[in-house]
């Protein structure tokens, strides 16, 4: 395939959104290369948001070296990003030492052990949550009466923000996700009070520490001394904005796709996992690759940094590249029977998490909000059911992350 030229030199744009957005046939689908497009692991496309032509990687090795190769594949400095991210460098727009430096900051703490340790604690806010749910009663929104309390108060408890003060997160982290009209304006608007917010904690950390990840983040900001209280300020903001909703989402979507998926006995692969709750782990690692958890457009592209090959392709330097990890979670190359939903499917490698010097922070707490979420409710309610039609669920699309405005559900037997 010949190489083609860049239309711009040096910026990258963020994020991918085609200007006509909309949930395709199957919201639980990943989005597939946009019509036209040659096949192959890494084929051109035109991005509709801006005009400018780019790389669109769907196979699974040449996403996962796009993310490990930094050095070739880079995301841009954060001033290129967004004009809310002038405040100060996010985690996730940066590349280089610096990245490595803030993301030690939190990876020190935010350990598998410690997150492990966690479990007892996650466990008692998901049953919390459901006992909540069932004093209400049937029909209950899902998301927004049990998953999303359960995941905003697991990372809230870790973080140890203020109880009172988590319903004013939500509202702070929907703007900051908004891509509505006038999104930039709002966007900066959340972020900064946000941050402020979080700044006033970590002051008082810095004078009263306590036994929880926002203190132990205080300090070790101010041990490395490359960080500035902004940055740092950022980073816990980001760890809360990361840690609720994707992780809601990804429950709610997951449960919706067992309710609406047949299995083999003629049920459907919720009944049979309840059923077969020892699955659990692997029924997690399944659902993570195959339940998309953002819309197409929310995934940063990278731009070349250098003349380089990918999957036989030539990149030159300044393309863009975008990293289409749901479709390559899907790649024929490596499982097989890749449209099939098997909650027993091992190994899987999948690229939910990304790779690399990005590798998800938060990959391991997520794993085990999803696998006590399931544990919780299929041993709760094993009748669990769709209260509506599965095809007149509205869907959220002015975040990137892929949910249902609510999931309306039933437990009830029926007679």
């Known amino acids: 395939m010949a190489p083609h030229q860049s239309q ?21 689908e990943p989005e597939r290369p946009p019509t036209g497009a040659a096949g192959g692991p890494v084929t051109p496309i035109v991005m509709s948001s801006t005009g400018e032509r780019a790389w669109w990687v769907s196979g699974l090795a040449e996403c996962r070296e796009v993310y490990r190769d930094d050095k070739a594949f880079t995301r841009g400095d ?45 466990t008692a806010l998901a049953n919390q949550s459901l006992d909540a749910m069932l004093a209400v009663g049937e029909p209950a929104d899902l998301f927004g009466q049990w998953a999303l309390p359960l995941s905003l108060n697991a990372i809230s408890d870790m973080l140890g923000t203020p109880i009172e003060d988590r319903a004013q997160f939500r509202q702070w982290g929907d703007g900051l996700l908004d891509v509505g009209p006038d999104r930039e304006a709002r966007n900066a608007a959340a972020m900064q009070a946000m941050v402020g917010y979080v700044a006033q904690l970590m002051a008082q950390r810095q004078q009263n520490p306590t036994d929880d990840l926002l203190s132990a983040i205080t300090a070790n900001a101010a041990d490395s001394g490359e960080v500035s209280p902004e940055e740092a300020a950022l ?14 989402a990804a429950l709610v ?24 709750r020892e699955h659990i782990p692997t029924a997690v690692e399944e659902i993570l690759r195959y339940v998309p958890n953002s819309w197409f457009d929310s995934g940063q592209p990278r731009r070349a940094a250098q003349d380089v090959e990918l999957g036989g392709v030539k990149i030159s330097k300044g393309d863009v590249v975008i990293v289409a990890h749901d479709v390559a979670n899907r790649d024929p190359r490596v499982f097989p029977d890749p449209e099939r939903f098997d909650l027993t499917r091992t190994p899987n490698p999948h690229l939910a998490f990304g790779s690399g010097v990005h590798h998800c922070l938060g990959a391991h707490l997520a794993r085990l909000e999803l696998n006590v979420g399931l544990e919780v409710l299929t041993a709760r309610l094993p009748d669990l059911r769709l209260a509506d039609d599965p095809a007149d669920i509205a869907w959220h699309t002015v975040t990137p992350i892929r949910r249902p405005e609510s999931l309306a559900v039933a437990w009830s037997q029926e007679n």
Do not use: M
């Open 8 to 28: 711009s030199t040096d910026r990258c744009p963020f994020p991918f959104r085609p200007q006509d957005q909309q949930p395709g046939p199957d919201p639980l």
């Open 78 to 122: 954060a001033d290129e990003i967004r004009p809310y991210l002038r405040l100060a460098p996010l985690i996730l727009a940066l590349d280089g030492p610096h990245h490595r430096v803030l993301r030690s900051i939190v990876s020190k703490d935010f350990t598998p052990r410690r997150i492990d340790a966690f479990r007892p604690a996650v």
């Open 235 to 248: 980073l816990n903001a980001s760890l809360v904005i990361a840690g609720w909703e994707t992780t809601a």
């Open 253 to 276: 979507t997951a449960v919706l796709r067992l309710l609406t998926t047949p299995a083999d006995d003629g049920t459907t692969l919720y009944r049979w996992l309840c059923e077969h």
